[in-house]
Nanobody, 127 residues
Framework: LQLVESGGGLVQPGGSLSLSCDASGGIFSEYAIGWFRQVPGKEREGIASISTSGGNTNYADSVKGRFTISRDNGKNTVRLQMNNLKSEDSGSYYC?????????????????????WGQGTQVTVSS
C-alpha cells in the first residue's frame, strides 16, 4: 500500500487546512488510517485515526473538537479537516495504515502497528 499526503501549507492562527491521504496499490478498505504529527526533536505523535469502515474515529486531546478525520473507501482517500489552527499544530503530518482497527478502538497510536507510511506534508501555523 502506498500513501501520499497533500494539502499542507502556511496558515494563520485560527485558520483551516484540509489534508488528504491518497492510497494505491492495496485494498484500502482493509486498513485503519492514522494521522501523526512530528516536530523536530520530538517523537511522532498520533493525533487522529479512523477505522476500516469509517464508523469509528479517535482523536488526541490536543486536537479534539478542532480536527475531523473522514474516509472515502470508494476513492481510497482519507481527509483530515483542521480548524482553528494553533501555532503548536505546526509540524510534519504523516498518514499511516494499520491492518487492524484495534488502535482506533483503544486510542492507541503505536507506530509499530502502522505498516505503511506516507512521506509527509508540512503544516506551518504562523502570523
Amino acid at each position: 500500500l502506498q500513501l501520499v499526503e497533500s494539502g499542507g501549507g502556511l496558515v494563520q492562527p485560527g485558520g483551516s487546512l484540509s489534508l488528504s491521504c491518497d492510497a494505491s496499490g492495496g485494498i484500502f478498505s482493509e486498513y485503519a488510517i492514522g494521522w501523526f504529527r512530528q516536530v523536530p526533536g520530538k517523537e511522532r505523535e498520533g493525533i487522529a485515526s479512523i477505522s476500516t469502515s469509517g464508523g469509528n474515529t479517535n482523536y488526541a486531546d490536543s486536537v479534539k473538537g478542532r480536527f475531523t478525520i473522514s474516509r472515502d473507501n470508494g476513492k481510497n482517500t482519507v481527509r483530515l479537516q483542521m480548524n482553528n489552527l494553533k501555532s503548536e499544530d505546526s509540524g510534519s503530518y504523516y498518514c499511516a495504515a494499520a491492518p487492524s482497527d484495534l488502535g482506533v478502538l483503544t486510542g492507541r497510536y503505536e507506530t509499530t502497528e502502522f505498516h505503511y507510511w506516507g512521506q509527509g506534508t508540512q503544516v506551518t501555523v504562523s502570523s
